[in-house]
């Protein structure tokens, strides 16, 4: 197996980054101040890098955010786009 570092700047940083969590199209849009088109480009591009998944128009990038503790604690980004919380995940099991 052979691992690759990448890297990306300008826009396509800013939009892999956001999608650390899901986002929609139009969440990118109105949080990162870009076109539609531009957008959903890079999104396509990742997608077709197998670097991010798209499941129902969401969007979600696969790598994993290493100082996930930091950025939790900040509430925002290294790059300073804004994290949104939510509600904790229902669990798929109960025990009765």
């Known amino acids: 197996m052979k691992i690759s570092t990448l890297s990306f700047s300008g ?4 939009v ?9 199209v139009h969440g990118l ?9 531009s957008v959903k480009s890079i999104l396509d591009q990742f997608i077709e890098c197998k670097l991010m ?4 128009a969401r969007y979600l990038s696969l790598a ?8 939790a ?3 925002v980004l290294s ?3 804004p994290r ?3 509600a904790p995940a229902e669990p798929l099991l109960r025990i009765v």
Do not use: F, P, W
Request: hydrophobic content about 35%; aromatic content about 4%.
């Open 64 to 71: 994993v955010v290493i100082n996930r503790a930091t950025q």
């Open 79 to 81: 790059d300073n786009i």
């Open 29 to 37: 849009v109105r949080d990162l101040k870009l076109s539609e088109e």
């Open 84 to 86: 949104y919380e939510t």
């Open 11 to 14: 826009a396509h940083a800013r």
């Open 73 to 75: 604690a900040t509430g």
């Open 53 to 56: 998944v798209e499941m129902e």
């Open 16 to 24: 892999y980054a956001a999608c650390d969590s899901v986002q929609s």
